[in-house]
Nanobody, 119 residues
Framework: QVQVVESGGGLVQAGDSQRLSCGAS????????MGWYRQAPGKQRELVAN??????NYADSVKGRFTIFRDNAKNTVSLQMNNLKPEDTAVYYC??????????????WGQGTQVVVCS
């Protein structure tokens, strides 16, 4: 089984920066995509940012403030969050997609980490 574990999060002040990290472990043949989603109270889960192959994608609400980057050697992905706003408050989930074998894919999620931004 592929395990996905997030680190980071917590309570911060508006305007501050914070970094979330995520690592994938287990029987992994290859990782094709890693990304971050978030779910705020009363809202649906939404894409924040991801890396698919060599391309990055960001939600409009975080463009220019958040940066996603991946360390291929360590099977980790991080999300650098700058100029945090109260509306960024949510549970953030790491998502990892790839191959377990040459013929079997996987789509795994972390348990989520809470980010609370106080004004």
């Amino acid at each position: 089984q592929v395990q996905v574990v997030e680190s980071g999060g917590g309570l911060v002040q508006a305007g501050d920066s914070q970094r979330l990290s995520c690592g994938a472990s287990g029987s992994i043949f290859s990782i094709n995509a890693m990304g971050w989603y978030r779910q705020a109270p009363g809202k649906q889960r939404e894409l924040v940012a991801n890396i698919t192959g060599d391309r990055t994608n960001y939600a409009d609400s975080v463009k220019g403030r958040f940066t996603i980057f991946r360390d291929n050697a360590k099977n980790t992905v991080s999300l650098q969050m700058n100029n945090l706003k109260p509306e960024d408050t949510a549970v953030y989930y790491c998502n990892v997609r790839g191959l377990l074998t040459t013929t079997l894919d996987f789509d795994s999620w972390g348990q989520g980490t809470q980010v609370v931004v106080c004004s």
